[in-house]
T-cell receptor, first 112, second 111 residues
Framework: NAGVTQTPKFQVLKTGQSMTLQCAQD?????MYWYRQDPGMGLRLIYY???????DKGEVPNGYNVSRLNKREFSLRLESAAPSQTSVYFC???????????FGSGTRLTVV | GENVEQHPSTLSVQEGDSAVIKCTYS??????FPWYKQELGKRPQLIID?????GEKKDQRIAVTLNKTAKHFSLHITETQPEDSAVYFC??????????FGKGTSLLVTP
């Protein structure tokens, strides 16, 4: 099993460009999450999807949109990238009976 | 919303010593408390978790204790080894909701 797969692993964007980060899980998990990780700030929740068909804002949603395409896939979109969005982005998923997350390998995004 | 505070931000111990990392949380409804280990350049990985109906849980050299009255929980690592060097994150949630993470503790174990 692959677990949680994120693409791409690295990306450089120019200010104002758009892009979509892709995430897919093969563990039949109901819930999926997007976090960003910045030095000294820990992991901050951007958006989450408690179940297929629902999405909710987290702590830092401004500048992002999400789509829960189906039970397996949860994408994160930056419509107009800003340097403040330079970060490492992690996707994660969790099941109904086990609340521990399985994380993807991360996407290192640089906005110049 | 939930606020999780973690201390210390950095911790240096000698190999064989014990390490303790402490977290406090604000939401009394929180009932799930996991700990994650993140090695440099890698993804966070769950190392141990505890639910609010349990006061302590052990797994070999690591243990977690929970004090619901005081709203704090701690990670204890005994007989530390150089491979324990990493960033450790605590988190809290009300079961079924998203985790709120502390800012992390960078642990260095020196031989």
């Amino acid at each position: 099993n692959a677990g949680v797969t994120q693409t791409p692993k690295f990306q450089v964007l120019k200010t104002g460009q758009s892009m979509t980060l892709q995430c897919a899980q093969d563990m039949n998990h109901n819930s999926m999450y997007w976090y960003r990780q910045d030095p000294g700030m820990g992991l901050r929740l951007i958006y989450y999807s408690a179940s297929e068909g629902t999405t909710d804002k987290g702590e830092v949603p401004n500048g992002y949109n999400v789509s829960r395409l189906n039970k397996r896939e949860f994408s994160l979109r930056l419509e107009s990238a800003a340097p403040s969005q330079t970060s490492v982005y992690f996707c994660a998923s969790s099941g109904r009976t086990s609340y521990g997350y399985t994380f993807g390998s991360g996407t290192r995004l640089t906005v110049v | 919303g939930e606020n999780v505070e973690q201390h210390p931000s950095t911790l240096s111990v000698q190999e064989g010593d014990s390490a303790v990392i402490k977290c406090t949380y604000s939401d009394s409804a929180s009932n799930y408390f996991p700990w994650y280990k993140q090695e440099l350049g890698k993804r966070p990985q769950l190392i141990i978790d505890i639910r609010s109906n349990v006061g302590e849980k052990k797994d070999q050299r690591i243990a977690v204790t929970l004090n619901k009255t005081a709203k704090h929980f701690s990670l204890h690592i005994t007989e530390t080894q150089p491979e324990d060097s990493a960033v450790y994150f605590c988190a809290a949630s009300n079961s079924g909701y998203a985790l709120n993470f502390g800012k992390g503790t960078s642990l260095l174990v020196t031989p």
